[in-house]
């Protein structure tokens, strides 16, 4: 069996990354489920969404979650692992994924593998107390819990704006 990929380099939140290896993780993180796509779309550049994905990944998976990926490491192994399961490996091309998941159109296609990833800061144990005391699904209360989230950091945003008279 063969890795999609190997990381050329460690793949943390503030160093310079390896443009192949960031493509090549949110492309398999997107295969699992774990990577979506920003509306500014598919880019080299490490983005919060890639490391939020990497982090829900390893909740996901047992692993230590720092958001840490380095070559031969856990999260690189577990990765290939999964992607391997999910017959991944053979929708992608010879070297990596270059061309092989999105065929250049920008587009991941997800499948999602399993329950949701929670977002961080969302525990399972919260997920099924929600679920429990409002009679809602599993989506239902991780989409309203993302919607709350998306709604407090924007009243930041309008709070830092009017602190900073713009």
């Given amino acids: 069996m063969r890795n999609p990929f190997d ?3 460690p793949l943390e939140y503030h160093s310079t990354a390896d443009p192949e290896d960031v493509l090549n993780v949110k492309r398999g993180l997107g295969r699992l489920g ?6 500014y779309g598919l880019t080299d550049m490490p983005d919060e969404p890639l490391f939020e994905g990497v982090r ?6 047992g692993l ?7 070559p031969g490491g856990e999260t690189v192994r577990k990765l290939n692992e ?6 991944a490996v053979q929708a992608a091309e010879t070297k990596g994924w270059q061309g092989g998941a999105d065929s250049g159109t920008g587009h991941i296609p997800l499948r999602p593998t399993g329950p949701e990833p929670l977002p961080p800061g969302l ?3 919260q997920v099924r107390s929600m679920m429990g005391k409002h009679d809602k699904s599993r989506s239902e209360v991780i989409e309203e819990y993302r919607k709350k989230q998306e709604f407090l950091k924007q009243q930041e945003r309008q709070r830092w704006r009017i602190i900073l008279g713009k």
């Fill in 34 to 39: 774990f990577y979506r796509m920003p509306g």
């Fill in 64 to 70: 230590t979650v720092d958001g840490l990926m380095l």
């Fill in 7 to 9: 990381l050329n380099r």
């Fill in 82 to 87: 999964r992607l391997a399961e999910d017959g």
């Fill in 56 to 61: 829900d990944f390893q909740a996901g998976h």
């Fill in 123 to 125: 525990t399972e144990e």
